[in-house]
Nanobody, 115 residues
Framework: QVLLVESGGGLVQPGGSLRLSCAAS????????MGWYRQAPGKERELVAI???????DYADSVKGRFTISRDNAKKTVYLQMHSLKTEETAVYYC?????????WGQGIQVTVSS
């Protein structure tokens, strides 16, 4: 069973930066598409960024130019570097691993953007 563990969340001021990490285990990490999603209170979960096994990336329009997703296959870890954070980006951020359309989710980590 795939296990995903997020870390790096917390409280940050508006305009600040944060880097999330997601460590995977029990998985042939390099062949999976990895992604970050978020869910704000009262809202649906939404895609933030994905990175394919080949390293191609895609982002939600709202985060383009501010967020960067990357992966280290040797460490079985995916990262989300976030800059210029906004208060409305307060949410639980979830790591996702998908292979053959079958998703696996991490437990989520809270990111709070507040002064």
């Amino acid at each position: 069973q795939v296990l995903l563990v997020e870390s790096g969340g917390g409280l940050v001021q508006p305009g600040g930066s944060l880097r999330l990490s997601c460590a995977a285990s029990r998985i042939t990490f390099s062949i999976y598409t990895m992604g970050w999603y978020r869910q704000a209170p009262g809202k649906e979960r939404e895609l933030v960024a994905i990175i394919t096994s080949g390293g191609s990336t895609d982002y939600a329009d709202s985060v383009k130019g501010r967020f960067t997703i990357s992966r280290d296959n040797a460490k079985k870890t995916v990262y989300l570097q976030m800059h210029s954070l906004k208060t409305e980006e307060t949410a639980v951020y979830y790591c996702n691993a998908t292979r053959a359309l079958i998703p696996t989710w991490g437990q989520g980590i809270q990111v709070t953007v507040s002064s």
